[in-house]
């Protein structure tokens, strides 16, 4: 294969690698607190009142969650010892350059993906339970319900700062046809974010679109003005139509309704920031649209990994999820040399051939996990990095494809959460403690007032 | 014996609707015979042989049989009186170490629970169900753009995936809403206007010229002011209306951004014939035109343009950067038919009328928004919501350059508002309490609404004119008239969307664009004969639809579709080309959804065929008796190195079943599969698998035995009642977007009746469907829902 897909791609990074070295505190503050034309005093109040003072080590700690289906083959994961980070295992060699900069956390586990008497569906168990810490209700269709997830617990809180509460990613479309798995609707399989117990957040593929999302869909002049003004009456109508209908339905669509009242107000939100910045916030110099979903797998990983990386360093969100194939994908991975599909071959049943495929598939995506941090390592913000700022998890909820156990489960902790917690090291938790824990203890470092989160029973020790 | 408890609690689900497939329905008795049987006759007979698991307070298997047996009771426990039929009946159960059941009694206990299941279903209360308020989905919300403003350019194509369930992805319940969504509501609306005003009021071209505005690009093919941009390899496809039979040529627009040695390359396709190939040499600022000539064969033509030869240097550039070849594509243009007058094809929809000496700006606006609401809503637009339309219209043209600006502006509103993005079903303004004849407190559905369902349903779109104007006279009540439109819905080009969005979810047709083959195994296998397999069973199902066939042919047609790349793959002689004709199957093999090339590839692995996911497919989409999944504690086919040089696949698989908590579900499935042996995993004939001769023998539990996909075939034939209830419940389905309960037994058991009346056509089961009380009325939710 010598064909050129990295076009796309490459159109964008430019703009990541330009954007280098602009620190944040000067190029883009939330746009929401203040507008291009703000004095230096007009600024700095307004950083005060947002509590975020003026220097670096006052910069807001992002989230961010990357979910990777089917488990690990956890021999090459976890490493051998605890403590510092010395001899990475083999699947975590694409990470080495980044060595002081994340830490793997073992022993972690996800009690609600467990079946807990609902029988088969695991995947689809997982992918709900993974950051709602909630046991799906089994259903096909109707009635669907799990839990608030982590990253939106901090949407509603310090997500309400910036342009977008959160942000969600990912490169499946989910399933075009056919039931999702055993009996399980398909939301559960292809949103790992969801807003309440009932209202998924359908996440976004395509990495033009994206861009829209963050940027508009004209970068170019045209009168934001008018048009947030116009959207804003718009809107009002849409609302006053929506009471209307309120009294024409039964008590059980109410709740539907209630859905689309949410997403109103948050859309008027954003409108109102709209109007008060005049213009949308500007993408990094250099940094253009992409043209679409990249044909390349890896091309397409990178391009919605420089996705986040913008979406934080312009402080567009600070909450963002990402999965990168949906739980149970069947992926194919012929590119690096794997012949079969990725959910069959996590049924390694241990076979040599299944295994190597499965532990060639784990260095893939860490691999592109690898880039990502870089990028983001790369990011000058302040005294540090973007990195230093952030705390992304990484990892699946499954342990092991094949057995499909729900503790034990790969997890990796990247970043400095803004000097709050101190990478580098293996940390070996007791046998079963809460993956929500660990939430806690994140949304805690990102100034999100939490005490608990699902079936927490506190925070994570030893982080820092 | 934990495990095996726990999958028989999957069967009780899943076997639901599957007894007495094949043989004659069981006709209802008097329910007191039926009680005063049970007595005498069954109860001691599930004493000696059940309630040692399943009696006295046991339920293993979460299968307890200790009912107060009632009418009510078993309207209640339908599903697992069925199970249990299921069970007895192939002689699942009881279990080896238990006492087998005399060949007579089983008769006599089968005998009885299908009498005493049709006597409940008898006297089950007829019960509409419940849907919840409807989102439209993507396609829908294309189509009815479409219809709504004679924009045609997909704006839904980049809202978030809707979640599917139930297998189809209209389902209400889970049509979710997401603050993601509306934003992309309220910019679609935004372009949706803005295109229309282009188009219906602009007297100067639109910067995208002509038919590229509209076109639907592949995902790899980008668009911005000066056109579309193709830096990969990918197409465009255009839809323009045509006169069938009329000459037109074809102008485009195009240039390129040179690399390496030969120009960009751009191949232009209509309706599947090439009819421009060439070398676009000419720099983005100076492009040149090129046109092509065709004569058009239907009401619209399907134009495609490709780049095919994208490129990228190796060697980077003075600036580090390396070339990539692309290709641009500034305009597409169709003119005629010769003499024809200009582009009157737009007939105004939204700018019905504009200011003039006559009609004042405020009472022109008036005009326009009260049509646009009134179709938008699905229903006639009331004064107060009407009067809020023109609140933002006056509110607009205040400061607004223009009358149509500020007119668009209300429409953008008309199209985010809930009445739009909604199908709404009111309730009634007052309760409607519970009678005998009425025991669900249901009420009918008012004419729009009938108009609304019936169009989503058969056209995945808004109701059109006519059927507006009989909901407008009251006329859709009458089942006559229905059933008139309905014929002549089906006869329209838009029931093709029936065919599309049901049959392609129902076979999953849609997932063969993502079917990945070894390379090495089937080079031919490429998307070129990905699609023909989807084309062949789209056709199939239209030609069903169109000729009004019996459903059966389904199973068991002796015809099929193919083009050349097809026809080779199936050992058809002489069919060349891509174009597509109909064969005739004389004791065939091939033939019937079962043994159609999409199907046997979608149920294959990549590098071997899975008699398993056959078996699976042929019970769930057949004859809808799915088996349950495994539990996750079980492992897939287990794989020793030393397996594959020693074994056959189905040497291995019988292994596998040598569990007896795999054979329980193992022997459904695999029987039906092996008989499908013959067929390799892109569904070529074979007679040797590798170096093991192929054996295409099964045997289904109760007895059915078959060798090779004939006899399979003869055998649901044997069991088409099952297929016919299945083939219902899923149209059924679709039809109402909710899934299909318990207390629907009654609806889909009337349905049958008049289908089995009817010769199993294809339109009698719309009919059925449509005529039936689930499609005509409402009722609120349960408590217990």
């Excluded at chain 1, 617990?153 to 056919?178: F, H, N």
């Excluded at chain 1, 390349?296 to 990168?324: G, N, P, W």
Aim: aromatic share 8%; hydrophobic share 35%.
């Amino acid at each position: 294969m010598s064909r050129s897909k990295v076009m796309d791609r490459r159109t964008a990074l430019k703009g990541v690698g330009v954007a280098i070295g602009l620190p944040l505190l000067e190029a883009m503050m939330p746009s929401g607190i203040f507008g291009g034309s703000a004095s230096a005093e007009e600024k700095k109040s307004a950083l005060a009142a947002a509590g975020m003072g003026g220097s670096s080590s006052k910069t807001p700690v992002r989230l961010a969650f990357v979910a990777i289906p089917n488990g690990m083959w956890m021999d090459h994961f976890t490493p051998k010892t605890v403590g510092p980070l010395t001899d990475l295992p083999p699947s975590l060699k694409p990470l080495e350059a980044l060595r002081g900069d994340f830490s793997i956390l073992s022993g972690l586990a996800q009690d609600n993906a467990r079946a807990k008497g609902d029988g088969p569906g695991d995947h689809a168990r997982s992918a709900a339970a993974f950051l709602t810490g909630a046991h799906p209700f089994k259903t096909a269709g109707s009635n669907i319900k799990l839990g608030i997830s982590v990253d939106q617990v901090a949407a509603k809180s310090i997500g309400q700062q910036t342009q977008l509460p959160s942000l969600e990613l990912g490169c499946d479309v989910g399933r075009k046809a056919g039931e999702c798995d055993s009996g399980y609707a398909c939301a559960y399989v292809s949103n790992i974010s969801w807003a309440d117990e009932t209202t998924p957040m359908p996440k976004l593929v395509d990495p033009a679109a994206v861009f829209e999302r963050l940027f508009g869909k004209n970068t170019g002049q045209f009168d934001m003005a008018r048009k947030m003004a116009e959207r804003k009456s718009i809107l009002d109508y849409v609302r006053d139509d929506t009471k209307r209908l309120e009294k024409q339905v039964g008590s059980a669509d109410q709740k539907k309704l209630d859905e689309f009242t949410t997403s109103l107000r948050e859309l008027e939100r954003r409108i109102e920031n709209n109007m008060k910045n005049k213009e949308a916030v500007a993408p990094p110099p250099g940094f253009n649209r992409p043209t679409g979903i990249p044909k390349e797998y890896s091309e397409h990983l990178k391009l919605m990994y420089d996705m986040m990386i913008v979406a934080f360093q312009t402080d567009c969100t600070r909450v963002c999820t990402f999965q990168v194939a949906s739980e149970g994908s069947n992926r194919s991975f012929n590119f690096i040399g794997v012949s079969g599909a990725h959910h069959e071959l996590s049924h390694h049943g241990k076979k040599p051939d299944n295994v190597e495929a499965i532990k060639k598939i784990d260095h893939f995506y860490m691999s592109q996990f690898g880039y990502f941090l870089q990028r983001m390592k790369a990011v000058k913000e302040g005294s540090g990095t973007l990195l230093d700022n952030c705390l992304i998890m990484m990892g699946s909820g499954i342990g092991d494809g094949d057995r499909h156990n729900h503790d034990d489960l790969p997890i990796l902790l990247a970043g400095k959460g803004g000097g709050t917690v101190v990478p580098g090291r293996h940390v070996q938790y007791p046998k079963n403690t809460p993956l929500c824990n660990l939430f806690v203890s994140m949304l805690q470092r990102a100034k999100v007032n939490a005490t608990r989160f699902a079936d927490s029973t506190g925070p994570l020790p030893q982080l820092s | 014996m934990k495990r095996f408890g726990s999958l028989l609690l999957f069967m009780l689900s899943s076997v639901a609707f599957s007894a007495c497939a094949g043989d004659a329905r069981p006709a209802p008795k008097d329910p007191k015979e039926i009680l005063a049987r049970y007595d005498k006759e069954i109860k001691p007979l599930l004493s000696t042989h059940c309630f040692k698991c399943h009696g006295n307070g046991k339920k293993k298997g979460n299968v307890n049989l200790d009912d107060a047996l009632s009418i009510d009771s078993i309207q209640k426990n339908t599903n697992k009186w069925l199970a249990v039929l299921e069970q007895v009946r192939t002689g699942s159960m009881p279990p080896e170490e238990v006492q087998a059941v005399d060949k007579k009694n089983v008769e006599l206990i089968v005998r009885w629970l299908g009498e005493a299941i049709a006597t409940a279903d008898h006297l089950r209360p007829r019960d509409p169900g419940f849907v919840s308020l409807h989102r439209l989905n993507r396609t829908e919300y294309n189509n009815t753009i479409r219809d709504l403003t004679g924009v045609d350019f997909r704006p839904a194509d980049d809202f978030p995936a809707d979640d599917s369930g139930y297998g189809f992805d209209n389902i209400a319940d889970v049509l979710t809403m997401s603050p993601l969504l509306a934003e992309k509501y309220i910019g679609a609306a935004e372009s949706i206007v803005e295109r229309v005003i282009k188009m219906e009021t602009s007297k100067t071209p639109t910067p995208l010229s002509g038919l590229i505005g509209e076109a639907k690009r592949a995902q790899t093919v980008g668009q911005d002011d000066s056109g579309l941009i193709f830096s990969n390899n990918g197409d465009a496809t255009m839809m323009p209306h045509t006169q069938p039979g009329s000459e037109y040529t074809l102008k485009i627009k195009a240039s390129q951004a040179p690399a390496g040695t030969e120009p960009a390359k751009m191949l232009v396709k209509v309706d599947g014939v090439d009819v421009l190939n060439q070398g676009v040499d000419a720099p983005k600022d100076k492009p040149k035109e090129f046109t092509a000539k065709f004569r058009a064969k239907g009401e619209s033509a399907k134009v495609v343009v490709m780049f095919t030869n994208e490129f990228r240097e190796a060697e980077p550039q003075k600036n580090g950067r390396r070339r990539s070849r692309r290709l641009f594509v500034h305009a597409v243009e169709l003119e005629g038919p010769p003499g024809a007058p200009k582009e009157e094809k737009n007939r105004k929809k939204v700018f019905i009328a504009m200011p003039s000496k006559e009609l004042t700006e405020e009472a022109c606006a008036e005009k326009i928004l009260k049509n646009f609401a009134t179709r938008a809503f699905r229903r006639p637009v009331k004064d107060d919501e009407l009067k809020s339309l023109l609140k933002i219209y006056s509110n607009v043209r205040k400061d607004a350059p223009s009358f149509e600006k500020a007119v668009g502006s209300a429409l953008t509103a008309a199209l985010v508002s809930p009445f739009f993005l909604f199908r709404v079903e009111n309730k009634l303004p007052f309760a409607v309490p519970p009678t005998p004849d009425n025991p669900t407190g249901a009420w009918p559905l008012d004419e729009y609404e009938i108009a609304t369902r019936l169009s989503y349903f058969l056209w995945s779109t808004m109701p059109d004119d006519e059927l507006f104007m009989l909901a407008g006279q009251r006329m859709l009540k009458n089942p006559k008239i229905r059933e008139e439109q309905v014929r002549r819905m089906l006869k329209d080009r838009r029931s093709g969307q029936l065919i599309e969005n049901f049959a392609g979810q129902w076979l999953e047709l849609r997932n063969l664009d993502e079917v990945m083959r070894d390379g090495k195994l089937f080079p031919q296998f490429d998307t070129k004969l990905a699609s023909a397999m989807e084309r062949e069973a789209t056709l199939f199902f239209d030609s069903i639809v169109r000729e009004d066939r019996s459903i059966f042919t389904l199973i068991d047609a002796d015809y099929t579709f193919v083009n050349g790349p097809l026809a080779q793959l199936y050992g058809i002689p002489n069919i060349k080309g891509d174009e597509f004709q109909k064969v005739t199957l004389k004791n065939s093999p091939r033939g019937g959804v079962v043994t159609m090339g999409s199907t046997l590839t979608l149920t294959s692995n990549p590098t071997r065929t899975s008699p398993v996911k056959r078996g699976k497919w042929v019970l769930e989409q057949i004859l809808g008796t799915p088996p349950p999944p495994p539990p996750p504690e079980v492992p897939t086919l287990v794989e020793k190195p030393s397996d594959e040089a020693g074994a056959s696949l189905r040497k291995r698989l019988e292994a596998h079943r040598a569990d007896p908590s795999c054979a329980v579900c193992h022997n459904r499935m695999d029987g039906l599969g092996f008989a499908l042996e013959n067929f390799d995993s892109i569904g070529r004939w074979r007679d040797s698998d590798g170096k093991f001769p192929v054996d295409a023998s099964g045997t289904l539990p109760g007895g059915d035995s078959f060798k090779g996909a004939i006899e399979l075939k003869a055998v649901l034939m044997k069991r088409r009642e099952g297929f016919a209830r299945n083939f219902v419940e899923k149209m059924l389905t679709f039809a109402l977007g909710r899934g299909i309960k318990q207390y629907d037994r009654a609806t889909v058991n009337e349905i049958l009746k008049q289908v089995e009346q009817n010769e199993y056509k294809f339109s009698s089961v719309v009919m059925g469907i449509v005529n039936s009380d689930a499609f005509l009325k409402r009722r609120e939710k349960r408590g217990d829902e």
